[in-house]
């Protein structure tokens, strides 16, 4: 039983886990903290979901859902980020708290309130794996899959090719990056492009676990921020982490209390990481948290 | 020029004190005291740990291993606020104004630690509070006139030149009415005729009865205002006198000139100009 | 003349708010201002948020919560049946007291419950432990991090409210009596106190305007600022900057709770999305969109857009025109659409007088100094 809750702690956890990343990514390279980030794994899914109901293999769907998602999230970029860079922590947290609801709120007339999903991916609903004795569906394997060849890739991505020093460059020391000829404003349209296909991927291979709705992205942002949080903010791969222990900590909370109290968990155990360790779980001490400015 | 004999018993005593940053040591084995109502100097290249005793003395970082006593009380441990509200004040290297308030307000802020006034008594305007603003606002001027400020007093503090932002500084810390003032490079950024001025002022602060400690690299000014040095150099004292001294101090003459001994690279930010100007 | 120029504002503000009213009793529409004063109460919240965003520089995207916690404490206590009491001494006197009364239920029993100002008592009280507990250790975070300390509370407070079945779950609590405050001003969403209602909601967010802005102006608001401004200096100054933050937050929690107790006993009920974190949001940026520092800005902007969304002038889209206008707003003019105004009126009247030893030197109309959020 308790392999069971693990599971789909691990199952929930992954896609907090790429929530964080995306959070991450935008976060060292622009400073802002996306709170839009939820609307990507909305978005991906709703638009793959689409492309489904027309006829088009599911391949095909998945592949140009992620990649009409990470228009968005470039254009999100380019139209309200560029200028405003030098706006306050305020501000940017507004705005793209305003862009989620917006999102939203158009995802909700293009879509409707209806609770939607693409098809498992292989076998269906019923299907499953045994695993110790804990019954997986395979499209958990999905989820795990897709997104632990996506985390690799990204990993190796700003870790060894070009573009990815670039990127990181940019976030810790842009001047330098920028005197070094690095194009710093695309790499925050990047930033923005490659957080919002991880999310938009995400929305996808969940979409037949959880199902797809307009209102799914806000509380996602909200885990995944946590997330982020717990792996120390700015550090994608710590993401992986908090984002695991986000979703282990509400898989064994909806044992343990009653369903509505079960988001109550993960945000207690939240604020308790703010107050004692703000620089996360993996984070060193004395970072921005408490710092001035 | 004479200068007194402070045979008085410590007033700020640093007590083998020390600070690292991650495996960095910033200060270590730093002992040293100033006596009441002299000019104290610290001087050393940069990196030495001046600025890092700055912090330590007003309450911004606490020391590893070691004590600070003030009028024989130990204020390591203390918060910046509680400190200040012993009777020091202090002014920052880059002047560190309260850009989005006018410079009246921010020398007003200085009245903080002698006024009173709660967020009860300030909301409902009690007229012992309405008496107090005026106190402070009259206490305000009085320190911003000395200082040549009065003119700029509704001026933002943003739209200030360098040098008008450290006299408002200077006048915010003279308005907590310290027994002990430390300086942080006050002089750094003036011209030469700011500098004229600002040794007039800190003799002025001097007279009125005022302890200073003064982190200066304008050799010059701090030979000619100081009754004693300290030089740090990497985080340690080398020597300890009176300015007559210390200039033909063969270590100190080595580390600011010379290259050291076992062969460390001179510290060569510094001209030194050692000679006042007559 | 002094005194005349300092207090225009507020005199704007009353006249303002008489000629409000009878215009809309000219054109018959006095069913308005129903909507008015709803929006006249969440202005408080606002306000308070301007005090602690705008000029202490604290970032709060909880204080939905605060308002649920005024809110539903009172609706709580002066609904819930607390009978039939055990005889001890101590209920019969609070009894006799009038802390406890009794009143017909819905189904015309009789059910013993808390009157409306011990009520309001408890739920200040209870306000204020839990912003302590709340804005102490989250207070010592900065940005992001105070923001998502003060989110993820406003969080556990609506989950809490939406999961407890006393609390009435998703439904919220209804059939919250009226409130005597004495005087013989009752708040009440009866339709014949409809103007004595507007009047009360106007006469509060007068009085909590006149005391923000003796705070702002004094040693109080300077030190706030400073905080906002360079912390460390300000410590090194001698301002107690943990415990001035703590105060400002406090009280604009008490702010908050006022305003949801006054809501609360004025719509005769309340909801769980009083609770949320959209509402927390909008609160924010309600604040952000006014000019964050400036109580006129903020006022104007809150009980105008307020007024808006609740008279259903968005109609469905209602989330997503607000939060356009947000965006629009914060892109186009960061420090709020009064600002630009602000400066020109300034400007025009500095030409006929010069208000030079003015606190800020702010003349009336304009805002209460720059914005000032970083």
């Known amino acids: 039983m308790a392999l069971q809750y693990l599971l789909s702690g691990i199952t929930k956890g992954s896609i907090y886990a790429v929530v964080a990343i995306g959070f991450n990514l935008i976060y060292s390279a622009t400073g802002v903290l996306n709170f839009a980030q939820g609307e990507f794994v909305m978005l991906g899914g709703m638009v793959a979901i689409m492309l489904a109901q027309l006829g088009l293999p599911l391949v095909v769907a998945v592949g140009a859902a992620v990649i009409v998602v990470s228009a968005v999230g470039c254009l999100l970029e380019i139209t309200f980020f560029r200028k405003l860079r030098h706006h306050s922590i305020l501000h940017m947290i507004i705005i793209t708290i305003g862009l989620s609801i917006v999102i939203q709120e158009i995802a909700l007339h293009i879509w409707d309130e209806k609770v939607r999903s693409l ?162 779980l993996l984070g060193r001490p004395g970072g921005e948290a408490v710092r001035e400015h | 020029m004479e200068r007194p004999a402070f045979t008085d018993m410590a007033f700020l005593e640093v007590e083998n004190v020390r600070r690292s940053f991650g495996g960095l040591v910033a200060l270590d084995r730093v002992s040293f005291t100033v006596c009441r109502g002299q000019i104290k100097g610290l001087i050393g290249p940069n990196g030495a740990g001046k600025t890092t005793l700055f912090n330590m003395v007003s309450g911004l970082l606490a020391p590893e291993v070691g004590q600070i006593r003030f009028k024989d009380r130990t204020i390591t441990g203390l918060k910046p606020f509680q400190i200040a509200r012993l009777g020091i004040s202090r002014t920052f290297q880059n002047p560190s104004l309260f850009l989005r308030m006018t410079v009246l307000e921010n020398v007003m802020v200085g009245r903080h630690l002698r006024s009173r006034a709660s967020f009860l008594s300030s909301s409902l305007r009690l007229p012992g509070q309405v008496r107090e603003e005026q106190h402070i606002r009259a206490e305000a001027w009085r ?33 907590t009415e ?12 003036l011209n030469t005729r700011e500098k004229a001025d600002l040794n007039q002022v800190i003799r002025r602060i001097r007279a009125s009865g005022v302890t200073l400690l003064l982190v200066e690299h304008d050799m010059a000014l701090v030979m000619d205002l100081a009754d004693d040095i300290v030089v740090l150099h990497n985080g340690t004292p080398i020597a300890h006198g009176p300015p007559a001294t210390i200039q033909n101090d063969p270590n100190v003459i080595q580390v600011y000139l010379g290259g050291e001994p076992d062969g460390i690279p001179p510290a060569g930010e510094l001209n030194l100009k050692w000679t006042r100007p007559r | ?213 003796n705070l702002i102006r004094s040693r109080v608001g300077r030190a706030l600022q400073a905080i906002h401004d360079r912390e460390t200096a300000a410590n090194a100054m001698g301002i107690n900057t943990a415990a001035y933050k703590l105060g400002a937050f406090v009280l604009s929690a008490l702010l908050a709770a006022l305003a949801g107790v006054f809501f609360t006993h004025y719509t005769g009920s309340i909801s769980p999305s009083e609770a949320g974190a ?32 609740l008279r259903g002038f968005f109609g469905s889209y209602d989330n997503a025109v607000f939060g356009a206008i947000l965006i629009l707003i914060i892109s186009l003019a960061p420090e709020g659409p009064l600002k630009p105004l602000g400066q020109w009126l300034r400007h025009g009247l500095n030409r006929n007088h010069h208000p030079r030893d003015e606190t800020t030197g702010a003349p009336p109309g304009a805002s209460d100094g720059a914005p000032r959020i970083h």
């Open chain 3, 1 to 213: 003349m002094r005194f005349l120029q300092c207090n225009t504002p507020f005199a704007t503000f009353a006249v303002l708010a008489v000629v409000t009213q009878l215009v809309l009793r000219a054109a018959g529409m006095e069913y308005c201002l129903t909507q008015l004063t709803m929006a006249l109460y969440y202005a408080l919240v606002v306000l308070g948020l301007c005090l602690v965003t705008g000029h202490a520089g604290q970032v709060s995207l909880g204080h939905a919560a605060f308002f649920a916690i005024g809110g539903y404490t009172s609706a709580f206590l002066t609904t819930h049946d607390f009978g039939p009491l055990p005889e001890p001494a101590w209920a019969t006197g609070l009894k006799q007291a009038r802390v406890l009364i009794e009143h017909s239920d819905l189904y015309g029993g009789t059910a013993l419950s808390v009157s409306p100002w011990a009520a309001v008592v408890v739920a200040l009280l209870l306000t204020f432990v839990v912003a302590h507990l709340i804005g102490y250790p989250a207070l010592r975070l900065k940005g992001h991090y105070l923001a998502m300390a003060t989110l993820g509370f406003g969080l556990i407070v609506s989950k809490i409210v939406v999961g407890t079945a006393q609390l009435g779950a998703s439904d919220g609590i209804t059939g919250v009596p009226e409130w005597p405050l004495g005087f013989g001003l009752t708040v009440s969403g009866r339709r014949t106190l409809r103007v004595e209602n507007y009047y009360i909601a106007c006469g509060l967010l007068l009085l909590t305007l006149v005391l923000l802005r």
């Open chain 2, 143 to 175: 320190h911003l006139e000395p200082l040549g400020l009065a003119a700029l007093a509704d001026r933002p503090a943003g739209s200030l030149a360098f040098g008008q932002r450290r006299m408002v500084e200077l006048a915010r810390a003279l308005a």
């Open chain 3, 278 to 309: 959209l509402k927390s949001v909008r609160y924010l940026a309600l604040a952000a969109a006014g000019g964050m520092a400036s109580l006129w800005g903020v006022t104007a902007m809150s009980v105008i857009l307020n007024y808006l969304s």
């Open chain 2, 178 to 189: 310290p027994e002990l003032l430390l300086l942080d490079e006050p002089a750094s950024g």
């Open chain 1, 119 to 280: 098809p498992y991916f292989t076998g269906n609903e019923v299907s499953s794996l045994k695993f110790f004795g804990a019954a997986i569906s395979p499209q958990v394997l999905w989820v795990l899959g897709a997104i632990a060849v996506s985390v690799v890739l990204l990993h190796i991505f700003l870790r060894y090719t070009l573009q990815g020093r670039a990127m990181r460059a940019c976030a810790s020391n842009p001047e330098a990056a920028m005197l070094a000829g690095i194009n710093i404003p695309n790499m925050r349209t990047l930033s923005f492009g490659l957080s919002a296909a991880l999310g938009g991927l995400a929305g996808c291979v969940i979409s037949p676990i959880t199902m797809t709705h307009y209102e799914m992205g806000a509380p996602l942002a909200i885990k995944g921020f946590a997330a982020a949080i717990l792996g120390g903010l700015g550090n994608p791969m710590g993401g992986v982490i908090g984002g695991l222990t986000v979703g282990i900590l509400e898989a064994f909370a909806v044992s343990r209390l009653p369903a509505a109290f079960n988001d109550v968990a993960a945000f207690v155990v939240l604020l308790l990481v703010l107050f004692v360790r703000p620089h996360g």
